[in-house]
Nanobody
């Protein structure tokens, strides 16, 4: 089982940027699809972005495409989410996820491993 720890959340004004990090332990993530989800109060957890093991297949939700960038550093067992042009609708708890199969399986939340989440708050 892979353990995931997110960091980098916080409060930012609308239009600002944040970079989230997710560091894995327990096993290497170099063969895992990795991704980010978010959950706003009273809402379901939604897919944000996913990246395959080699970094050459990336998926984004429509609401973040063009503003967020997912990347990974397998040598550091870490995945990142660079968030730009943030708006109050991006306020949520952001969760890191890992899946031993495909990025599409990760997006579908089939047997993901999860981090504990990090809060991102965007003020207007």
């Amino acid at each position: 089982q892979v353990q995931l720890v997110e960091s980098g959340g916080g409060m930012v004004q609308a239009g600002g940027s944040l970079r989230l990090s997710c560091t894995a332990s327990g096993r290497t993530i170099s063969t895992y699809a990795m991704g980010w989800f978010r959950q706003a109060p009273g809402k379901e957890r939604d897919f944000v972005a996913g990246i395959n093991w080699s970094g050459d297949f990336i998926l984004y939700s429509g609401s973040v495409k063009g503003r967020f960038t997912i990347s990974r550093d397998n040598a550091k067992n870490t995945v990142y989410l660079q968030m730009s042009s943030l708006n109050p609708e991006d306020t949520a708890v952001y969760y890191c996820a890992a899946n031993s199969r495909q990025t599409t399986d990760l997006r579908a939340q089939r047997d993901n491993s999860w981090g504990q989440g990090t809060q991102v708050t965007v003020s207007s």
